[in-house]
């Protein structure tokens, strides 16, 4: 899924400072998922809007907090936001940088704020509470022939012909000697299910227009 | 060997001699005295002398310039590096003709440190290519006059190819199956990064020939500047050993005095360097000696080893 983090609250406040109604929006997608931006963190950021710009002397500004399903999807936005919008000046979106676009796009007449950073997509290990990145979108997956570990993510230099020589006891000098190399474990994969064919085949130059933003796929 | 040799160095490994080669680094800087200074004291020990191109990713002069200036000035030929992390293809292109244009007749390919450990961490990795990709445009270029997109290059250059190769991996099969792949898109010499114990580099020469790698390898060989410059790399890059033996020789002689300590440092490393000649089948010596160029001479001399 896509995984955000929130901005600090006062970053928040410093674009919102001058408005005087706020819808704070949150998305049940991924962001609720990872306990970031759905109704319940709307609502939290919707109280702690209203207090620091208490602290800020705007003591009449409007505020509320909502949710919808999801702020990717258009006609959803289209529907569900309308009526709730009515009376607002500005949308605080909990959602990712895709919701908070869709939102913008289709009330352009509101102004819009993050209130998240997008980070990428990735998986969350909810025992450590940690979310890792696995996908950099290339769009010409090749996770059959790497024993399911992506080299274009994975990889802190995108290597198709890795490992590169800056690995030590399996760990990647990126991010200081703590994270594996994707590499080492992908020979690794394949040398246990005996396919090291795979690891020694040469990938050639990758064909960036495949990966050209912006993207846009169906609707034709 | 019917392989065409375009430069000294594949010459003299074609014809099976036993090959030296050195390094100097440009800096941060419009001067080349220095560069140029290293490179004299290097002509003749060394057969060619590679010139790095953003080392650690650290911003440096732009190596091609010095590269020309040690051949026409010093009259030692280089081995011109490139790292794909600050290029895209179009830009490595270029520099390849340009290359071409000014009479280099040596590449390493090379992938790069990454930015986060350089001088500038906050910049755009480019990595269009990585450096087994870079190796396979090379030789689209000398073999066949194109370039990646196919498109017909006038005139084009005739360059060998190197790589790297790291004996001190951890683990070091991953490292030397993708040598295979270097040498099946058609590297032409490969020179390692430095390693201090003959045993490490033993494991690596008999392992890379048991999967049938048959590219000639200069074993990368770096004295030591000083302790300082042991302990560092003993405590802080990971992977690499420096066996107890030449550290306690070392130390007992950096205790007598300054010079006994380059004595001995210039005996240990000749040692080495005899080692690598007589029980392996690496087809030469790189010398790294960074700054402290005129340890060089001496080690080889003391080893016997003339540049080829």
């Known amino acids: 899924m896509i995984i955000v983090e929130p901005k600090p609250l006062e970053e928040v406040l410093e674009m919102v400072k001058n408005e005087n109604s706020i819808l704070v929006v949150g998305c049940e997608g991924c962001t609720a998922i990872t306990q970031a931006g759905g109704e319940k963190q709307a609502e939290v950021m919707a109280h702690l809007l209203e207090m620091g710009l208490k602290l800020k002397g705007r003591k009449d500004v409007k505020i509320k907090a909502t949710s919808i399903l999801?702020?990717?999807?258009?006609?959803?936005?289209?529907?569900?936001?309308?009526?709730?919008?009515?009376?607002?000046?500005?949308?605080?979106?909990?959602?990712?940088?895709?919701?908070?676009?869709?939102?913008?796009?289709?009330?352009?007449?509101?102004?819009?704020?993050?209130?998240?950073?997008?980070?990428?997509?990735?998986?969350h290990d909810r025992e450590v509470g940690k979310f890792s990145e696995m996908c950099s979108a290339c769009g010409e997956c090749i996770l059959h022939e790497t024993g399911g570990v992506c080299p274009i993510t994975r990889c802190a230099k995108s290597l198709l012909n890795g490992?590169?020589?800056?690995?030590?006891?399996?760990?990647?000098?990126?991010?200081?000697?703590?994270?594996?190399?994707?590499?080492?474990?992908?020979?690794?994969?394949?040398?246990?299910?005996?396919?090291?064919?795979?690891?020694?085949?040469?990938?050639?130059?990758?064909?960036?227009?495949?990966?050209?933003?912006?993207?846009?796929?169906?609707?034709? | 060997m019917s392989k065409p040799a375009y430069s000294e160095l594949m010459k003299k490994i074609n014809e099976g001699k036993f090959v030296v080669t050195g390094e100097v680094e440009p800096v941060k800087t419009t001067d080349l005295t220095e560069v140029l200074e290293a490179a004299k004291r290097l002509k003749d020990c060394c057969v060619a002398v590679n010139v790095t191109d953003n080392p650690t990713a650290f911003a440096y002069?732009?190596?091609?310039?010095?590269?020309?200036?040690i051949q026409k000035e010093v009259g030692l030929e280089a081995v011109y590096q490139m790292v794909t992390r600050d290029r895209n293809r179009l830009a490595l292109l270029s520099d390849l003709l340009a290359a071409g244009a000014l009479g280099i007749k040596n590449i390493l390919a090379l992938t790069g440190d990454s930015v986060v450990v350089g001088d500038n961490p906050q910049a755009k990795p480019v990595h269009d290519l990585?450096?087994?990709?870079?190796?396979?445009?090379?030789?689209?270029?000398?073999?066949?006059?194109v370039d990646l997109a196919g498109k017909k290059i006038h005139n084009p250059p005739k360059f060998h190819v190197g790589a790297a190769a790291n004996p001190n991996a951890d683990p070091l099969e991953p490292e030397v199956y993708k040598l295979i792949r270097k040498q099946n898109v058609g590297v032409d010499f490969i020179q390692t990064q430095s390693t201090y114990d003959i045993e490490v580099i033993k494991r690596f020469m008999k392992e890379v020939e048991s999967i049938g790698v048959k590219v000639p390898i200069l074993i990368g060989v770096t004295p030591f500047k000083s302790i300082k410059m042991m302990e560092w790399l003993v405590k802080f890059v990971p992977g690499i050993t420096v066996p107890s033996e030449i550290q306690e020789?070392?130390?007992?002689?950096?205790?007598?005095?300054?010079?006994?300590?380059?004595?001995e440092n210039i005996e240990i490393f000749s040692e080495l360097c005899k080692e690598i000649r007589k029980t392996t089948h690496a087809a030469g010596i790189h010398m790294m000696a960074i700054g402290f160029e005129w340890v060089v001479p001496p080690i080889l001399e003391r080893a016997g080893i003339r540049k080829a």
């Open chain 2, 249 to 263: 020789r070392l130390y007992k002689a950096k205790e007598i005095s300054k010079k006994k300590f380059e004595e």
């Open chain 1, 70 to 123: 999801r702020q990717c999807d258009r006609q959803m936005v289209a529907i569900s936001l309308k009526p709730l919008l009515e009376g607002y000046d500005a949308v605080v979106s909990m959602a990712c940088g895709v919701g908070v676009q869709t939102v913008a796009d289709i009330f352009s007449n509101k102004k819009i704020y993050p209130a998240q950073n997008t980070k990428f997509m990735g998986s």
């Open chain 2, 130 to 145: 990585d450096s087994t990709q870079f190796i396979y445009m090379i030789r689209k270029i000398v073999d066949e006059g």
């Open chain 1, 163 to 220: 490992p590169c020589g800056g690995f030590a006891r399996g760990k990647c000098e990126v991010g200081g000697w703590t994270r594996d190399c994707a590499w080492v474990l992908i020979f690794n994969r394949l040398k246990a299910q005996g396919r090291l064919d795979l690891f020694t085949k040469f990938r050639p130059p990758r064909n960036y227009q495949l990966s050209q933003s912006p993207r846009e796929l169906g609707g034709e």
């Open chain 2, 61 to 69: 002069m732009n190596a091609l310039v010095p590269s020309y200036m």
